[in-house]
Each structure stands twice: as structure tokens, then as C-alpha cells.
């Protein structure tokens, strides 16, 4: 064995599916792989969060924390880690911190050791509340820079931002390198720097969507990263990680050898690719490779979240207009990393602006909180005429924006009443109340089986019928318009304190 082996860890069973399978895998096509995933021997896997969490429910007619305590259940040796999107928990707004502290306390009680934490906006403020009550409960605190190229970020921004989150108790720095634009000499700099200047653990998480995912990883493992992101082979690439397997027979016999068995996974690999077999209907379509990203810094997910909404709207012909649209939105807003929730929101108003030939015409609520500081502070200021036509003389909020929510949790308790026969049905309810009551009076009246199959036909049926109707009724100067609009998840639907 090694003396400094790199560390994996493997997003199969989260990040891996929802790149490219939308996130519809199942549970029971979990199942057949966790024995052997148990046994390899990776620092972690990736298990839970993300968008993980709402897809069970409303696509799969899931329970998400039952998935968890499942797969605890298979996999009792392994690390199990966690993607928390800061004060947005596993949702797409921010929740107050009642509801952050009880989610987590649950999360690390049913099975979750390491809590990888970031913001969209690499705010730390969204960040160290989800971090404090983490590393309390005895959770592995691993504080996120979300990695990002624009005129305002640069290796020393990062560096003083891992230094930031070292000082708020991270145990390890996770460089997350959402669309695969970290280059490997530029990995090679920063982790060299982290490293050097942080003295903390890194761990780097990026996407192969660019093509150089794997040369990444590995100039990274020069500059002394300490455990990388990758996924089974049948698994990888394209918008999701680097393959294990290449990873390892790479660095077999070197100082930094992982001690993984080939042949171990090679037949997990095998199993997998099996499995995926089930849900063709659901793949991306993005190439192996989309040098979009490198262009446009766009992520693969947001590429093909474009092309489908385009598509609804008959204007499939003005793709490359809204890529040229959405770095110039981007700029306005104040260069956000763009991803979740981030990344819907440039994506909306840079389609917006195309579609109805004028910059701003339409502003959406969700750009309209985030101008109003709502989603926390933008990398640079904000351009003086978008915040005119989005908020006109509104002044933006300056201090922690969850610091200007209500307390929700016991609201939520009586809302759902005796639906919910746990905390963790309050916590779903609580999250995801358009989804999980639904669901949760699904499962009163027994639908399992193939009744719950039949449910999630009839659901996914139903969905396609209103999408229809949406767009029959809709024209692209209508209010409705708005591709990336997320029923129920703008920051203009939380409870403020006045």
C-alpha cells in the first residue's frame, strides 16, 4: 500500500445519476451494487442531497430519508456524504435556521457522516450555520469553494475563501468545479495553494462535461489533493466524473497508488451498466464532450435544461443567441458561480431577454430577490441599470438573508398534521410542502407496489398535460414565460420578518 494513497470517493449513488440519468434512479437499483460498493474501500460515497431528495418524492414516489436508511443498512462499513447547498438545505431557496438545524440533526442521525457544504455564491454567511450545527453533531465539516472563471475570481480569492471557512471549523476544503472548467494546470495552482496557505484536506469534486476530467484530477494529485470525485466507469463521463477504474490502474504502482481493486470494480462497473440500461429514457443527451462549457461556462445540466425549454417555446433556433445572452447576464448580476440555484436564475433572465428581443423587459421575482440580496451577496456589484429596472429605489438587504426568515418548523408540524408520522415527514413537508403532501397521502392510502408504479405514471402523465397546456396558453411576452421558473422554490415565497 501506498504511503499517500488518493483518497475516493465515489458518486455512483448521487451525482453520478443525476448528471445523467435526472436524477431518476431507484432505490432498488441501488441495492444491487451496495454490497460491492461496501467492500472497495473509498474514503466516502456520495449518497444523498443535491437534487436527490425533492426527485424521490416527486418522481419516484420515494421516501428519501427511507433511501438513506436503506442504503445505511447495505453499506455499513462505508463513509456516507452528503451534497447541502448551505442555508438552502437540499431546496432552492433559503429555509430559517430552525429548519437547517433539525434537517441536519436528522441527516447525521439517519446515516450521514461528511456534509459537503457550499453556497452558490461562495457566501459564506449561507454557509456557517449549516457548518456549525454539522460539526456539532459529529459530522465531517467539508466547506465548498464553488469554482468559478470570471474577471473576479482568481486563486488568491479562493485561497482567502478556504482560509474563511477554515476559520469557521471546515475540516476539509472541497474545491467543487461544477462545470468542468477547472483546467489542470490551473488544479494544479490551487490545490498547490490550498494546501500550502489553508492547511486543511482538499478534496476536488469536478465534472467531465469539458473533456478534461481525468488530466484534471491528475495534476491535482501532483499538487497533493487528498482525495478526488469520481464515478464508476459505467457511470462517468460526459456530465458526470472522471471513471474510477481509469483513476486507479492510472496511479497502480505509484506513490500515490489508491489500493482500490481493479477487478472489484470492474464488476461493480459491469452490474452498473446493466442497470442503466433501465432508465435510457432519461439520459442527458449531452455529447461525451460539450465545449460549450468552456465557452459559455455554462454546466452540462443547465445545456440541456436549455435546449428542452427552447425547444416548449418553438425558438430552438435562438440557442446560441441565449449562450451569447447568458455570460452578459451573468456580468450584470455580478458574475454568480452558475450553479444551483444561481444558474436558473441567469438562465431564465438571458432567455427572457432573447425571446422578447429587449435586455430586462421581463425581470422574473426569482432576479428580483437576488438583486435585492436575497440569495446573499454577488461576487461584484451588481449593474446599476438591472437593479433599477428589477427593484427600481428598493435598497438590497446587507446582513445574513436567512436572518430575516421566520421560524417555520412548528408551522410546518401543524400544517401537515397526521400525514406525517415522523420529524423527518415534518422536515419533507417542511422543504418541499407542494411535493411531500402529496406524496406522504400517497403512502395513507397504501399506494405501494405496483400501485405506487401506477402512481408515479399517473403523476408523470399529469405533469405532461399541464406542460402542454402551459404552453398552448403561453406566449413568450406572457408573465408566465420563464424556463427555469421552479414551482414553489423562489426566495419571494419565504416568510420574511418584517
Given amino acids: 500500500m501506498s504511503a499517500k494513497p488518493v483518497q475516493i470517493c465515489e458518486t455512483l449513488l448521487r451525482d453520478a445519476h443525476q448528471s445523467l440519468l435526472a436524477t431518476r434512479m431507484r432505490t432498488e437499483d441501488m441495492?444491487?451494487?451496495?454490497?460491492?460498493?461496501?467492500?472497495?474501500?473509498?474514503?466516502s460515497v456520495e449518497v444523498w442531497g443535491g437534487a436527490t431528495f425533492d426527485s424521490a418524492m416527486r418522481f419516484l414516489n420515494e421516501d428519501p430519508w427511507e433511501r438513506l436508511r436503506t442504503l445505511r443498512r447495505a453499506m455499513p462499513r462505508t463513509r456516507f456524504q452528503m451534497l447541502l447547498r448551505g442555508q438552502n438545505l437540499v431546496g432552492y431557496k433559503h429555509y430559517p435556521d430552525d429548519i437547517a438545524e433539525r434537517f441536519i440533526v436528522l441527516a447525521?442521525?439517519?446515516?450521514?457522516?461528511?456534509?459537503?457544504?457550499?453556497?452558490?455564491?461562495?457566501?459564506?454567511?449561507?454557509?456557517?450555520?449549516?457548518?456549525?450545527?454539522?460539526?456539532?453533531?459529529?459530522?465531517?465539516?467539508?466547506?465548498?469553494?464553488?469554482?468559478?472563471?470570471?474577471?473576479?475570481?482568481?486563486?488568491?480569492?479562493?485561497?482567502?475563501?478556504?482560509?474563511?471557512?477554515?476559520?469557521?471549523?471546515?475540516?476539509?476544503?472541497?474545491?467543487?468545479?461544477?462545470?468542468?472548467?477547472?483546467?489542470?494546470?490551473?488544479?494544479?495552482?490551487?490545490v498547490s495553494a490550498l494546501k500550502k496557505d489553508v492547511g486543511l484536506p482538499v478534496q476536488l469534486h469536478t465534472h467531465y462535461t469539458s473533456?478534461?476530467?481525468?488530466?484534471?484530477?491528475?495534476?491535482?494529485?501532483?499538487?497533493?489533493?487528498?482525495?478526488?470525485?469520481?464515478?464508476?466507469?459505467?457511470?462517468?463521463?460526459?456530465?458526470?466524473?472522471?471513471?474510477?477504474?481509469?483513476?486507479?490502474?492510472?496511479?497502480?504502482?505509484?506513490?500515490?497508488d489508491t489500493g482500490l481493486d481493479l477487478g472489484v470494480l470492474a464488476g461493480i462497473a459491469r452490474k452498473e451498466g446493466e442497470i442503466r440500461k433501465r432508465y435510457a429514457s432519461f439520459e442527458a443527451g449531452v455529447a461525451a464532450?460539450?465545449?460549450?462549457?468552456?465557452?459559455?461556462?455554462?454546466?452540462?445540466?443547465?445545456?440541456?435544461?436549455?435546449?428542452?425549454?427552447?425547444?416548449?417555446?418553438?425558438?430552438?433556433?435562438?440557442?446560441?443567441?441565449?449562450?451569447?445572452?447568458?455570460?452578459?447576464?451573468?456580468?450584470?448580476m455580478g458574475y454568480p458561480p452558475l450553479?444551483?440555484?444561481?444558474?436558473?436564475?441567469?438562465?431564465?433572465?438571458a432567455t427572457l431577454n432573447v425571446i422578447l428581443g429587449e435586455r430586462y423587459k421581463v425581470v422574473p421575482e426569482e432576479v428580483k430577490q437576488y438583486v435585492r440580496g436575497y440569495y446573499g451577496r454577488s461576487p461584484a456589484p451588481i449593474d446599476p441599470e438591472l437593479q433599477r429596472k428589477a427593484i427600481g429605489d428598493e435598497e438590497p438587504i446587507t446582513c445574513r438573508p436567512a436572518d430575516?426568515?421566520?421560524?417555520?418548523?412548528?408551522d410546518a408540524r401543524r400544517e401537515i398534521g397526521s400525514l406525517a408520522r415522523s420529524e423527518e415527514d415534518v422536515l419533507s413537508y417542511a422543504?418541499?410542502?407542494?411535493?411531500?403532501?402529496?406524496?406522504l397521502e400517497r403512502r395513507a392510502k397504501g399506494l405501494g407496489g405496483k400501485e405506487e408504479i401506477a402512481a408515479a405514471i399517473a403523476m408523470a402523465l399529469l405533469q405532461q398535460q399541464e406542460a402542454k397546456a402551459r404552453r398552448k396558453a403561453a406566449t413568450p411576452a406572457g408573465p408566465g414565460f420563464s424556463p427555469w421558473t421552479i414551482s414553489g422554490r423562489s426566495a419571494g415565497g419565504m416568510r420574511w420578518v418584517r
Fill in 404 to 410: 430575516m426568515l421566520c421560524p417555520g418548523l412548528e
Fill in 339 to 349: 450553479v444551483t440555484p444561481s444558474s436558473q436564475i441567469v438562465g431564465t433572465q
Fill in 31 to 43: 441495492l444491487p451494487v451496495a454490497e460491492a460498493l461496501d467492500k472497495v474501500g473509498y474514503w
Fill in 211 to 256: 473533456g478534461m476530467g481525468t488530466a484534471t484530477l491528475l495534476k491535482a494529485i501532483e499538487a497533493g489533493v487528498d482525495t478526488v470525485d469520481t464515478a464508476i466507469s459505467s457511470m462517468a463521463m460526459s456530465t458526470s466524473q472522471p471513471p474510477t477504474e481509469t483513476l486507479v490502474a492510472i496511479l497502480k504502482g505509484t506513490e500515490r
Fill in 108 to 190: 447525521r442521525k439517519n446515516g450521514i457522516d461528511v456534509f459537503r457544504i457550499f453556497d452558490a455564491l461562495n457566501d459564506t454567511r449561507n454557509m456557517s450555520y449549516a457548518m456549525k450545527i454539522a460539526k456539532r453533531e459529529g459530522g465531517h465539516v467539508q466547506a465548498s469553494i464553488s469554482y468559478t472563471i470570471s474577471p473576479v475570481h482568481d486563486i488568491p480569492g479562493f485561497v482567502r475563501l478556504g482560509q474563511e471557512l477554515a476559520d469557521l471549523g471546515a475540516d476539509s476544503i472541497a474545491i467543487k468545479d461544477m462545470a468542468g472548467l477547472l483546467t489542470p494546470y490551473a488544479a494544479f495552482d490551487l
Fill in 289 to 332: 464532450v460539450d465545449v460549450n462549457v468552456l465557452q459559455f461556462q455554462v454546466p452540462g445540466g443547465m445545456l440541456s435544461n436549455l435546449v428542452s425549454q427552447l425547444r416548449q417555446q418553438g425558438a430552438a433556433d435562438r440557442y446560441y443567441d441565449v449562450l451569447d445572452e447568458i455570460p452578459r447576464v451573468r456580468k450584470d
Fill in 431 to 439: 422543504l418541499f410542502p407542494q411535493v411531500a403532501r402529496p406524496f
